[in-house]
């Protein structure tokens, strides 16, 4: 037979005791959060900062043109198509070279990581080929491509494909073991593992390289297009540099930021849209 | 449909893990399979299941699987092996999906093995949204999905909390009384292998050979009256005592190593 008894309240403090204290609390700090607010807010006063400066006189307009400056210079960019012009351009490049340096780079990642074959021969050729900076390559590949759109196209293409290999088959290597062997005790086929187990298990990892990878072309583009192109937002940057109109300039990097901006906010849709599940 | 070990041996590279081990379970009989940790009780469930390839001996399988099973050795996994990106209902179905069941038998045999498992209302949750208990529920709904003849068992109540143990365990009960399906069943909980086995292949420490095979001398139905309780804690305590120093000297060899 169980022995029950009600839960019962402290007992007052008997005369003579030590009163009790509380026990103090240790456990604050080390769970850092992000304001909602407080990024916009600390953006909003930089540029009202930025924009004082420039209207009080300050700084040197030539140097820095004050933000209303900027802004006023985007609005006659657009006004006139110049704008649409130039960034035209530059999608055209990023997204070719992106999607092709992507297709190869999810194709060879996942070679590696599911072949022993494709793994040996293709880390050592990663490990080889991925730290050159890929705009070095340029030159030669308007050598062997000529001086169209192609060595651009193949020069973010080339920067895309080392990023993109190496986040597909890290990705497939964090897959847990414990599930493909799972799904190899049912007798589930290879190619069912692979699109129903590894290609969603690896997927964070993709993702979180289409991210870098989405960086990687933006930087690419722009230093081809400064190196050999009369139109796209680097070309644009440029000639605003050499002919000392800053406020163009400031508008060429403001774009490319938006940009930045832009992809980074599809791919956290993408990621929220296929990832929802952790 | 009997499950044969046959003369198994395994080694990982310099390290002999098994080391001749033969024993068989018949249809419908539930064998556990116990010994000091690291004696090899997983592998040789990995090698029974044909997921790994054994260096010597083989196991075999002897007559013909029941007409409607899909997957006649189907493990039921330790760490439940969930896909998390699948619901409950999808999890349950994954095995069945590149069988010949068309999509509505799917949904049938889903429903049933939800029902069975009491997990009909949380079809629709991911692994994350459940507690242990019934993440291994779920793994249990996927291995009846495919009405498994032999079901093998790697510690799959190791990881949950001893209430929870307790329930899965009469649910394990229930559920091989109703499908009169074998099992083998691997833990170092003696106290389940004597609850839920015919019999216990007990294993010497590494190499695991079989030092001893032990039948419960009653019926599952009958282990649970209080009669029953005095013999499996005095059987329990056999097996202890059989395995006690080997298992002292296993566990300071893994502090060794």
């Not at chain 2, 390290?15 to 009989?29: I, K, N, P, R, Y």
């Not at chain 2, 202890?240 to 502090?255: G, Y």
Request: proline share 5%; aromatic share 8%; glycine share 10%.
């Amino acid at each position: 037979m169980l022995e029950r008894s009600q839960a019962s309240t402290p007992s007052p403090q008997p005369d003579g005791e030590i009163a009790p204290r509380p026990v103090k609390f240790r456990g604050a700090g080390f769970t850092p959060r992000a304001g909602r607010y407080a990024g916009w807010i600390g953006l909003v006063l930089v540029i009202g900062l930025w924009q004082l400066a420039g209207s009080a006189g300050w700084v040197n307009p030539l140097f820095l043109p004050a933000p209303s400056a900027i802004a006023v210079a985007i609005y006659k960019l657009a006004l006139s198509g110049a704008l649409w012009h130039h960034l035209s351009y530059s999608i055209m490049r990023i997204g070719t070279g992106w999607i092709l340096g992507t297709i190869a780079g999810v194709i060879v990642g996942f070679a590696i990581g599911l072949s022993s074959l494709a793994r040996g021969v293709g880390i050592t050729f990663i490990s080889a080929l991925f730290p050159i900076p890929k705009i070095a390559l340029l030159p030669l590949l308007i050598l062997w491509l000529g001086i169209g759109e192609e060595p651009k196209i193949a020069t973010i293409a080339l920067g895309v494909f080392f990023s993109t290999a190496i986040s597909v088959y890290s990705g497939v290597d964090a897959v847990p073991r414990n599930l493909i062997r799972m799904a190899q005790s049912f007798n589930v086929p290879f190619h069912a593992i692979v699109r129903r187990v590894i290609w969603p298990g690896a997927l964070p990892s993709i993702l979180a390289g289409f991210r870098i990878t989405a960086s990687v072309a933006l930087l690419l583009v722009v230093s081809a297009e400064m190196i050999g192109a009369e139109f796209g937002i680097g070309a644009f940057v440029l000639q605003a540099g050499n002919l000392m109109q800053t406020d163009q300039l400031l508008a060429g990097v403001v774009i490319l930021s938006l940009f930045g901006l832009a992809v980074g906010r599809l791919i956290n849709l993408l990621e929220t849209r296929l990832l929802h599940w952790r | 449909m009997e499950l044969i070990a046959n003369h198994i041996s395994h080694r990982f590279g310099e390290l002999d893990v098994l080391d001749d081990v033969s024993f068989q379970v018949a249809a419908g009989e539930v064998v556990a399979i116990v010994g000091p940790s690291g004696c090899g009780k997983s592998t040789l469930l990995s090698i029974l299941g044909g997921l790994l390839r054994p260096t010597g001996g083989q196991a075999e399988l002897r007559g013909a699987p029941p007409a409607d099973s899909l997957n006649p050795l189907t493990f039921v996994f330790q760490d439940f092996a969930l896909l998390p990106w699948c619901t409950v209902a999808e999890n349950v179905e994954f095995p069945l999906v590149h069988t010949a069941l068309d999509a509505a038998a799917r949904r049938t045999v889903v429903d049933d093995a939800l029902r069975r498992t009491g997990l009909t209302d949380f079809r629709g949750a991911y692994p994350k949204q459940l507690s242990g208990g019934m993440r291994q529920r779920v793994g249990i709904a996927r291995a009846l999905a495919v009405k498994p003849a032999i079901l093998l068992m790697d510690e799959p109540l190791s990881a949950l909390d001893s209430q929870t143990r307790e329930l899965l365990m009469e649910d394990f009960i229930r559920l091989l009384a109703a499908d009169a399906m074998a099992a083998v069943y691997v833990t170092h909980n003696l106290e389940e292998a004597v609850r839920l086995a015919d019999r216990i292949v007990v294993l010497s420490r590494r190499p695991g050979r079989v030092r001893e095979v032990v039948t419960i001398p009653m019926t599952r139905d009958e282990r649970g009256g209080i009669d029953a309780r005095g013999k499996l804690i005095g059987l329990q305590n056999e097996l202890w005592s059989l395995i006690r120093e080997e298992a002292i000297d296993a566990e300071r060899e893994v502090q060794h190593a």
